[in-house]
Every structure is written in structure tokens, then in C-alpha cells.
């Protein structure tokens, strides 16, 4: 029986799981992390890579120890676009996409805005139309739609949580990896070839960075930066450290319990440089 797994359908993704549907250990499906949580919790899928929160919302979970998409500064692909200047926002939009950046997103702007709202787009709905239809005075966006944006002229103002983080805590942040449903264990062969996708697309940055700049008709530059710089693909030592600073951060907001650790799963190759 084949590994069932689920990642994302995100440019942001491709580093690490490039070629994983011709794995044949794996049979692959890409949804939006939500949903992949959604599956993960139903047993339906046995890996995703899929928001880091998760570890701390339910017991049991294991996550591959090494590959993570992870940012240790300034992260394109998830902003809070600005309808009003930082300190007088008074509520915030969320994308329903992600839970991981909806938590990051609470834990960063409740530190520089004590009292403020969040409100989670509903399912289906443009964050930024449901911002200013509530006046909300931003709105979280992530994935391909926020790198887009924020790269096209004209873009709203942005605050960026991926910098904020890393400013706060001096911490690079994780927002997915590899989760592990509980009660499922791994065969080395299944292991290797998620080695091998991280490996396949260490090689092919430049390539997809090409890609994504024919297809959204932006310049290559940025989204070579975006995939080779502000992107982290091996946070190597600093992985669990990150991990369970933002559970402790999340836990105090209520985002998540802060008594669970789940347990590494080594890459018979171990983290790749970072």
C-alpha cells in the first residue's frame, strides 16, 4: 500500500517536493493547507507537508527532521496588507488558508497592537474584499496570491510576520513541514524519497524561479530571491528551537495546547546545508 500524502499547490512548495508523483512509493494530492489539515485529522492522508501549528493542536504527531519551509527574515508569500498604518488597525482580515499564518500573523501584530481584532475571511471569500467590506485596516494573504501582489506595482503598503518574527526572537520561523499522522511509521524507501524530491529541487531553484516569473509575468530576479534567499528550505539545528518557541508563543494567545513535543523523524541523509 502506497504512502498517501498531501502538500501544497504553492510555488513556495516546489523545493521539496518537486517529482514526488513519480515516486512510486507515494500517491500524492495538493490541496491548501487547511484542507490538508482537514485530511491529516481524517486519516485520509498519512504525511503532509502542511502548517506547523498542527503539531500542537492534536497528540501523537511526528514531522520529518530536516526539510521545512521556513523563513528566517522577510517571506514574500505571506504579508498583511495595510489599509491603515500599523498601530491603528484595530482589526485584521485573515486568509482561511492557513492556520499557521494565521497564528503567526496574531502572535507578531498583538505584540505592536495590544486589543486588536481578528476576523477570518470566510471560506471562499477574498481576504481583502472581506477587509474592506468589515473596514477591517488589513488584511492577511498567503501563497502565490501574496507574492503576487506584493511584487506587483502599486501594492498596497505591507507588514510583513516572517521579519517580525525573526526580529522579535532571533529565530527563523516555520510555517510547514512534513507532519506525520500518528500511528503511521515510515519504511526507509518511503523516507528516501522525500530526500530525493528535497534534492531534485535544491538543483532546480533557478528553473522554477524562471517558471513562476514567465507565468505571473514578473521579473525573474524577485522570485529568485524569493525561492533562493527569503525562503529557508533546511533550518537545520534551529528547526525544533523554532518549533517550539511559536507553540510557546501560540499556546499564550490560546492558538494551541503547550504541552505537546511531538517527535522527529530522521532523513536517513540527515538536514540538508543549511
Known amino acids: 500500500m502506497r504512502l498517501r500524502v498531501g502538500t501544497v499547490p504553492y510555488l513556495v512548495a516546489r523545493p521539496l ?70 498601530g491603528s488597525l484595530r482589526s485584521v482580515t485573515l486568509d482561511p488558508a492557513s492556520r499557521t499564518s494565521q497564528a503567526l500573523a496574531q502572535v507578531v501584530l498583538a505584540r505592536r497592537e495590544p486589543g486588536i481584532e481578528f476576523r477570518e ?29 506584493a511584487l506587483t506595482p502599486g501594492a498596497p503598503p505591507c507588514f510583513n510576520p516572517s521579519e517580525a518574527w525573526a526580529h522579535d526572537t532571533g529565530l527563523p520561523f516555520v510555517f510547514a513541514l512534513w507532519i506525520v499522522r500518528p500511528g503511521v511509521r515510515l519504511e526507509p524507501a518511503q523516507l528516501d524519497a522525500f530526500s530525493r524530491a528535497r534534492s531534485r529541487g535544491r538543483a532546480a531553484l533557478d528553473e522554477l524561479a524562471r517558471e513562476a516569473a514567465r507565468d505571473w509575468a514578473l521579473p525573474f530576479e524577485p522570485c529568485r530571491r524569493y525561492l533562493a534567499e527569503e525562503c529557508l528550505y533546511d533550518p537545520g539545528a ?15 494567545l490560546g492558538l494551541c495546547r503547550g504541552d505537546l513535543t511531538p517527535h522527529p523523524i530522521a532523513l536517513e541523509d540527515g538536514p540538508c546545508p543549511a
Open 121 to 149: 475571511a470566510p471560506a471562499g471569500r477574498d481576504p481583502r474584499r472581506a477587509a474592506e467590506e468589515s473596514d477591517a485596516g488589513g488584511w492577511l494573504r498567503i501563497g502565490d496570491k501574496a507574492l503576487v501582489e
Open 17 to 86: 517536493n518537486l517529482g514526488l508523483e513519480a515516486e512510486p512509493e507515494l500517491e500524492v494530492a495538493r490541496e491548501v493547507p487547511a484542507r490538508l489539515v482537514e485530511r491529516l485529522r481524517q486519516g485520509t492522508l498519512d504525511v503532509a507537508l502542511v502548517s506547523s501549528i498542527e503539531l500542537f493542536r492534536a497528540e501523537g504527531y511526528g514531522f520529518l527532521a530536516g526539510p521545512a519551509i521556513a523563513g528566517r527574515g522577510y517571506v514574500a508569500s505571506v504579508q498583511v496588507f495595510l489599509r491603515r498604518p500599523l
Open 238 to 252: 534551529a528547526l525544533e528551537p523554532a518549533l517550539l518557541r511559536f507553540r510557546d508563543e501560540a499556546a499564550r
